[in-house]
T-cell receptor, first 117, second 114 residues
Framework: GAVVSQHPSWVICKSGTSVKIECRSLDFQATTMFWYRQFPKQSLMLMATSNEGSKATYEQGVEKDKFLINHASLTLSTLTVTSAHPEDSSFYIC?????????????FGSGTQLSVL | GNSVTQMEGPVTLSEEAFLTINCTYTATGYPSLFWYVQYPGEGLQLLLKATKADDKGSNKGFEATYRKETTSFHLEKGSVQVSDSAVYFCALSPTLSGTYKYIFGTGTRLKVLA
């Protein structure tokens, strides 16, 4: 089946630094990718929708200048957490929708656990 | 607004035990409902789905029935195996066309002991 590779799987960084998370679709072209965040004991929450070649659409309450999303190709989207702070520590997961897929044909990465010290 | 509530885990069962993971939802209209499973070190994978009331989704021995009257989509399996140990997410997708904005529950970790 289709595979989405997310890297890194975990990262620890100092407060004030930036962290980049990559999401790649390995065997299909993804016109749309989604970025989710999950705090402990809470639901996976959609942060933003990323469309190849255009600006991402952010959900209400998500700071677009803090969470930079780039979807420059049909197989790669990146999420950069800029000037990370401890409150940004969370589990981040991406998903990708293949071209022409129906609503339920989403493929997920394995997630990135971010810890900001 | 739309939301999904699922039972907190972890759920620990012995092999061959019966499994139920409760999931209830709040939504306007008629959403599609899903169960996703995440095995250790892997991404979420679609386990089963139901797109309308009274539909039953099933896969790998797991079943869930879309109950509109109780706004529920409980996951069941008659006899769990150690290999079923994973995190299970209930999710809904709103009925608006062209949207893929899933609403997820918190996930329920299942541990099956040999």
């Amino acid at each position: 089946g289709a595979v989405v590779s997310q890297h890194p799987s975990w990262v620890i960084c100092k407060s004030g630094t930036s962290v980049k998370i990559e999401c790649r679709s390995l065997d299909f072209q993804a016109t749309t990718m989604f970025w989710y965040r999950q705090f402990p004991k809470q639901s996976l929450m959609l942060m933003a929708t990323s469309n190849e070649g255009s600006k991402a659409t952010y959900e209400q309450g998500v700071e677009k200048d803090k969470f930079l999303i780039n979807h420059a190709s049909l197989t790669l989207s990146t999420l950069t957490v800029t000037s990370a702070h401890p409150e940004d520590s969370s589990f981040y997961i991406c998903s990708a929708r293949s071209t022409g897929a129906t609503n339920e044909k989403l493929f997920f990465g394995s997630g990135t656990q971010l810890s900001v010290l | 607004g739309n939301s999904v509530t699922q039972m907190e885990g972890p759920v620990t069962l012995s092999e061959e035990a019966f499994l139920t993971i409760n999931c209830t939802y709040t939504a306007t209209g008629y959403p599609s409902l899903f169960w996703y499973v995440q095995y250790p070190g892997e991404g979420l994978q679609l386990l089963l789905k139901a797109t309308k009331a009274d539909d039953k989704g099933s896969n790998k021995g797991f079943e869930a029935t879309y109950r509109k009257e109780t706004t529920s989509f409980h996951l069941e399996k008659g006899s769990v195996q150690v290999s079923d140990s994973a995190v299970y997410f209930c999710a809904l997708s709103p009925t608006l066309s062209g949207t893929y904005k899933y609403i997820f529950g918190t996930g329920t970790r299942l541990k099956v002991l040999a």
